[in-house]
């Protein structure tokens, strides 16, 4: 009894701070504003900096109390710099957030970060579709480039082209690159088996090390691939030989069979229902017992 009557005098001797209208009002902008950055990081490169970040301290805190000085003391001279060098890295996602705020539709602009959202994933079909519509392009000698997202949005590029929002169809693809219409200059971007985008432009890679038959399209593919996860089909439109661009390389000459290999890679499995597993798992225990 003495414990809770020392407890609640402790408690009765604790002022609450008075919570007034423009304590909460100032609580509402600060809760929106987080949201909303939090929201800007997700659609662009930042997440991917703020984890590099987090990584950092971590390693900053363990050199900390292990008293590592020589690593304490390059890390605090090179702060400053490091800040320098992430404005310039993340410069366009940076303006293109203040560009924004100036526009008339800040919410939605800040909500969706410019960016196409689609629930749909790469399917077969939409496999079938691109190898069908690269296959085309290729016999036609028609250059074709078709960028796919994965885990980077491509919201800065998207922003570049016209937007589409529809189904992949391999007809619609070649429509698109057909010469002399108005979408086939520069790349279709896809968000999952949407076609997000058409015309849009991509950052040409500077590699010295890349051969020099190789156009602007496939820099282009190369470019994009070199700063983002995606996976980018190239048709050529000198040999119409299918090339897949990833990780800042290339491969080219790609048959058939082996272009609907590697985009089936990115295809998610499906996952089994839960009393189909335990189903399986049950027969597989049975046949153990008979043996």
């Known amino acids: 009894m003495e414990t809770i009557a020392n407890i609640l005098g402790l408690l009765g ?9 423009t ?3 100032q609580i509402i902008i ?15 490169r930042t997440w991917f900096l703020i984890r590099g970040i987090i990584f950092l301290t971590a390693f900053y805190g363990v ?3 292990l008293e590592l000085n020589t690593i304490l003391f390059i890390v605090r001279n090179a702060l400053s710099v490091l800040v320098m060098a992430l404005i310039v890295v993340f410069q366009p996602e940076l303006r293109r957030a203040l560009e924004q705020l100036g526009q008339r539709n800040v919410l939605v602009g800040l909500l969706t970060g410019g960016q196409v959202h ?6 077969p079909k939409t496999v079938e579709e691109l190898v069908k519509a690269s296959i085309a392009l290729g016999k036609a000698r028609t250059g074709a480039l078709i960028v796919i997202e994965r885990e980077v949005p491509l919201v800065e590029y998207i922003q570049t082209g016209i937007e589409l929002d529809s189904k992949t169809s391999a007809q619609l693809l070649i429509n698109i690159f057909e010469h002399n219409t108005p979408l086939h200059d520069g790349a279709v971007i896809m968000q999952g088996s949407k076609l997000i985008a058409a015309t849009c432009y991509l950052p040409l890679s ?14 282009a593919a190369i470019g994009v691939s070199e700063v983002t996860d995606s996976l980018t089909i190239v048709v050529s439109e000198e040999t119409g030989k299918i090339s897949l661009a990833e990780g800042g390389e290339i491969s080219g000459g790609l048959t058939e069979d082996e272009l ?12 089994k229902p839960l009393s189909f597993r335990f189903w399986k798992g049950w027969q597989r225990n049975e046949k153990t017992t008979d043996e």
């Open 23 to 25: 304590d909460i009002v």
């Open 260 to 271: 609907r290999s590697r985009l089936s890679d990115l295809v998610p499995a499906p996952e």
């Open 63 to 65: 050199a900390v109390v």
């Open 30 to 44: 600060i809760a929106v504003a987080l949201y909303y950055f939090l929201v800007w990081v997700r659609n662009t």
């Open 206 to 219: 500077k590699n010295p090390g890349i051969p020099k038959h190789l156009g602007t399209r496939h820099r």
């Open 118 to 123: 689609t629930d749909d994933e790469l399917t």
């Open 13 to 21: 001797g604790i002022e609450l701070p008075r919570i007034g209208i």
